[in-house]
Nanobody, 124 residues
Framework: QVHLVESGGGSVQAGGSLRLSCAASGGGLSSYDMGWFRQALGKEREFVAAIRWSGGRTYYGDSVKGRFTISRDNAKNTVSLQMNSLKPEDTAVYYC?????????????????WGQGTQVTVSS
């Protein structure tokens, strides 16, 4: 069973950038498609981005397309989310998740393993 830990969250002004990382232990990340989701206070969990186990395919939510980039380094067992041109509406807790069934899904329920989340706050 893979254990995921996110880092890199923080507070930034609108227009700024942050880079989130997700480190895995207990299993090689190359066995999983990986996703990033976020949940703002009082809202449902929202799909942000996903990446194929090989890194060869990526998907993005419409609200982040063109601003966020997901990447992975299987040798280092890490997945990253580069977030540029941040907006106040990007404020949320960000979670990384692993899918062993390789569905490359946008649905949170398709992911079996989750990190504890990292807070991102964007001020205007």
């Amino acid at each position: 069973q893979v254990h995921l830990v996110e880092s890199g969250g923080g507070s930034v002004q609108a227009g700024g950038s942050l880079r989130l990382s997700c480190a895995a232990s207990g299993g090689g990340l190359s066995s999983y498609d990986m996703g990033w989701f976020r949940q703002a206070l009082g809202k449902e969990r929202e799909f942000v981005a996903a990446i194929r186990w090989s890194g060869g395919r990526t998907y993005y939510g419409d609200s982040v397309k063109g601003r966020f980039t997901i990447s992975r380094d299987n040798a280092k067992n890490t997945v990253s989310l580069q977030m540029n041109s941040l907006k106040p509406e990007d404020t949320a807790v960000y979670y990384c998740a692993a899918d062993p069934d390789l569905l490359l899904s946008v649905k949170a329920e398709e992911y079996d393993y989750w990190g504890q989340g990292t807070q991102v706050t964007v001020s205007s």
